[in-house]
């Protein structure tokens, strides 16, 4: 059985299928939807996408009919009860249970912080599809003319702009001394640059106190910080994306061990602690490559990772997901940002000699039209251990990040990379890859 | 002293330079331009790049002023005398002899196969600067109706894409089965269909055996293949491109070694057999990490990394370049391609039992407007390791095949390689990266 029917759940359910083409399989879905992609839901946002349909991979009929996997919508589990190897749960207000051999938990996240006010109308969170058509019916109806985004993550700027793609006017509220925290500062403005030029407003270092409804019908979003006067942004949407936390509740409920993180521990079989209780996706925390150290890192792309190696071992295989290397990357309007690794405050809370070397270069050739590219790659003074990597430009950034990825998990050394072979031509690249320069100047600097 | 101003030998000036503001340096260079971007000439015979100089990246008065080198151009080196530590050279007509403490080779290529009738006028080889201002020439004041191009390797190729955006009907004409000889059959194919969608015609598995000029002015090549008829493609322009062979006479009348392939054999400091002479670029042979073998693979990139190894090491350093891993891209008309490693035929060759995976994707989310790619994985059956990855789409294939060089250059495992950490997000990439999914597929045939 499979509780959660998102990423890491169909995944698990779809795996363990091709695995087991006789085991019974179901999954528990609270919601309405399966199998969607949430990275997406900013585009439905913005009316690049225009239907939500477009963004669900497979319907809830395909996984019974191809698959034969017994979707249950509208299914919410409450309590798992592992020595009988029953889950308790509800449809509707219908009490049901449900037995399994092997349980894969793919629960994911809920939002982090709750602020007073969150449940006026107008505010929202872009947590699921459900939310998201809720919330793009309400830009449709209401026609807001001004939003504020709590929270200046990934998140946060992709939604910003979806709404300012509208024609909304939109303040980014973040709590962070510079958009996207965990990026270096110097790849962070680049971003703050291109958001600015699309009219964003910007504001730094003050955390959203509260929302309240002014007697003129507008949201008013309160904020403070550190040692200075409250303030407020008026807006008639709030959209609060100031991340999530693991949805840990019906593994405690079983017992379920959880980590440092407080995420569900799961070994690298992503087994949990219970017996025959496996879990993936944003509800555990997984192995940092480069720091050694657990990790809460939820994005799509791991949970499906980990959603099939859980349905694999589910099925009786023998599937192993070692970790990650904190890979992330977005567009903001048309930048590209990406990083892989640690960032320099990162590496050295995790007791490396971290340092940063920051470059500056084209996306290809000058007489092609070269975009402008910022990289920043954060290494070992001691071991010369590649740490991390970060771009923003506005043509191939994440790819380019993605090798130095692969560099994290072979555990490269700095002066190994100066000389690598990647790719070269004029219209994509440049003869000295941003990697490469980067690399270099940071062994130039070792000989001062 | 430096002998060849273009990619290699400019590296090598400008870092012997770096190294030591002191020394004497000067570069000898036969033609008129030095330190072009020799990738960049088909962008400027089809217009794309609208003034030659455009390609210069820095020029002479440049290197001369700011750098303190001495380009002397028009300046043929004719011999190298390694006991005296003399050249002798010619500017003009006019002989002279230059003294050196230190010298690097980075004499270039010349064409590989000369064809009767490569002299006709009409006939080019778009190997250098100065020739590609003649073609271009050639192609603003003639007009020509049909070009020939003859080779389909990725010149060809591109300048084949130069002509046809100029309106030219153009026929390539190769000796290989496929285009893109070295590249896997699969991927040469995607790049077939797009050739032949901007009409150019190919023909396969025909060798050119002479050109002629006909009674109506219009060229004449003529082509055979074995047992078959011989026969003939008319136009007014054919471009020979057929590759290139090292270009070894001045090493040889220094008594340096040559390698395995033909070209000049150097060790990692870019040092030859002789004396106080390095070696860098297209004439010498580098040694391919994963066939572990001598290879001759000239390319710009590479070119400009051994160049800036040989200056280094020349002025005192030590520098080492250790050797490629077969990297290679290019974009014909709309579609991106890259290569790296072994093709299956290679790894053969090179003892490995290897097996190629072809794999189908998008370039990002469908939603999104995703387009066709198409992956080839090559692996090691026994050891796993993997040998080489190819990539065709219209988006971002070089950038994804950077992933897989590292991967090479780590010499990592094909079962290492499912769940890497890459970036995902909607706009430029799918949950699963092609070479996640070539890889999860060749493990998943091992298990077969």
Same mark, same amino acid.
């Given at each position: 059985?499979?509780?959660?029917?998102?990423?890491?759940?169909?995944?698990?359910?779809?795996?363990?299928?091709?695995?087991?083409?006789?085991?019974?399989?179901?999954?528990?879905?609270?919601?309405?939807?399966?199998?969607?992609?949430?990275?997406?839901?900013?585009?439905?946002?913005?009316?690049?996408?225009?239907?939500?349909?477009?963004?669900?991979?497979?319907?809830?009929?395909?996984?019974?009919?191809?698959?034969?996997?017994?979707?249950?919508?509208?299914?919410?589990?409450?309590?798992?009860?592992?020595?009988?190897?029953?889950?308790?749960?509800?449809?509707?207000?219908?009490?049901?249970?449900?037995?399994?051999?092997?349980?894969?938990?793919? &629960?994911?996240?809920?939002?982090?912080?709750?602020?007073?006010?969150?449940?006026?109308?107008?505010?929202?969170?872009?947590?699921?599809?459900?939310?998201?058509?809720?919330?793009?019916?309400?830009?449709?109806?209401?026609?807001?003319?001004?939003?504020?985004?709590?929270?200046?993550?990934?998140?946060?700027?992709?939604?910003?702009?979806?709404?300012?793609?509208?024609?909304?006017?939109?303040?980014?509220?973040?709590?962070?001394?510079?958009?996207?925290?965990?990026?270096?500062?110097?790849?962070?403005?680049?971003?703050? &640059?291109?958001?600015?030029?699309?009219?964003?407003?910007?504001?730094?270092?003050?955390?959203?106190?509260?929302?309240?409804?002014?007697?003129?019908?507008?949201?008013?979003?309160?904020?403070?910080?550190?040692?200075?006067?409250?303030?407020?942004?008026?807006?008639?949407?709030?959209?609060?994306?100031?991340?999530?936390?693991?949805?840990?509740?019906?593994?405690?409920?079983?017992?379920?061990?959880?980590?440092?993180?407080?995420?569900?521990?799961?070994?690298?079989?992503?087994?949990?602690?219970?017996?025959?209780?496996?879990?993936?996706?944003?509800?555990?925390?997984?192995?940092?490559?480069?720091?050694?150290?657990?990790?809460?890192?939820?994005?799509?792309?791991?949970?499906?990772?980990?959603?099939?190696?859980?349905?694999?071992?589910?099925?009786?295989?023998?599937?192993?997901?070692?970790?990650?290397?904190?890979?992330?990357?977005?567009?903001?309007?048309?930048?590209?940002?990406?990083?892989?690794?640690?960032?320099?405050?990162?590496?050295?809370?995790?007791?490396?000699?971290?340092?940063?070397? &920051?470059?500056?270069?084209?996306?290809?050739?000058?007489?092609?039209?070269?975009?402008?590219?910022?990289?920043?790659?954060?290494?070992?003074?001691?071991?010369?251990?590649?740490?991390?990597?970060?771009? #923003?430009?506005?043509?191939?950034?994440?790819?380019?990040?993605?090798?130095?990825?692969?560099?994290?998990?072979?555990?490269?050394?700095?002066?190994?990379?100066?000389?690598?072979?990647?790719?070269?031509?004029?219209?994509?690249?440049?003869?000295?890859? #941003?990697?490469?320069?980067?690399?270099?100047?940071?062994?130039?600097?070792?000989?001062?």
């Amino acid at each position: 059985m499979v509780i959660g029917g998102v990423a890491a759940g169909m995944s698990a359910a779809s795996r363990a299928r091709r695995r087991n083409p006789e085991m019974d399989i179901v999954v528990l879905e609270k919601g309405q939807h399966v199998s969607y992609g949430a990275c997406g839901l900013p585009f439905y946002l913005s009316g690049e996408v225009k239907d939500w349909r477009d963004l669900v991979v497979y319907t809830p009929e395909f996984f019974r009919e191809k698959r034969s996997i017994d979707v249950q919508l509208g299914c919410e589990a409450l309590e798992i009860e592992p020595g009988r190897k029953t889950v308790h749960a509800r449809r509707g207000s219908q009490p049901i249970d449900v037995s399994y051999d092997k349980l894969v938990i793919a &629960t994911g996240g809920v939002p982090a912080v709750t602020i007073p006010g969150a449940d006026l109308a107008g505010v929202f969170q872009c947590s699921d599809l459900t939310g998201a058509i809720r919330l793009h019916e309400f830009l449709d109806t209401q026609q807001p003319r001004r939003a504020v985004v709590i929270g200046s993550g990934y998140i946060g700027l992709e939604c910003a702009d979806a709404f300012a793609r509208r024609g909304i006017e939109v303040t980014v509220l973040g709590r962070a001394s510079h958009l996207l925290e965990g990026f270096e500062p110097e790849i962070a403005e680049v971003v703050e &640059t291109t958001v600015k030029a699309h009219g964003v407003r910007v504001i730094h270092n003050r955390a959203a106190t509260s929302i309240s409804r002014a007697g003129d019908g507008a949201l008013h979003v309160h904020h403070a910080s550190a040692g200075d006067a409250h303030a407020s942004e008026a807006a008639e949407l709030v959209l609060i994306a100031t991340g999530i936390v693991p949805h840990i509740k019906l593994a405690e409920s079983a017992g379920v061990r959880l980590g440092l993180t407080g995420a569900i521990a799961v070994d690298e079989r992503m087994q949990t602690s219970a017996n025959s209780i496996y879990a993936a996706g944003d509800c555990v925390e997984t192995q940092h490559l480069v720091s050694g150290k657990p990790a809460y890192f939820p994005l799509g792309t791991t949970a499906n990772k980990q959603g099939r190696v859980a349905g694999e071992n589910a099925a009786g295989g023998n599937g192993r997901f070692e970790g990650i290397v904190g890979t992330l990357a977005t567009t903001i309007f048309e930048m590209e940002v990406a990083r892989t690794g640690l960032s320099v405050a990162e590496a050295r809370a995790a007791g490396y000699s971290a340092d940063g070397v &920051t470059i500056r270069t084209l996306s290809k050739a000058k007489y092609l039209g070269g975009r402008p590219l910022t990289a920043t790659l954060i290494w070992d003074r001691g071991s010369e251990r590649l740490l991390g990597f970060e771009v #923003a430009c506005e043509e191939g950034a994440a790819k380019r990040v993605d090798a130095a990825a692969v560099a994290l998990h072979g555990r490269m050394r700095v002066p190994d990379l100066v000389y690598l072979d990647l790719t070269y031509a004029p219209p994509f690249a440049g003869v000295w890859e #941003a990697l490469l320069i980067a690399a270099g100047e940071a062994v130039k600097r070792r000989r001062r």
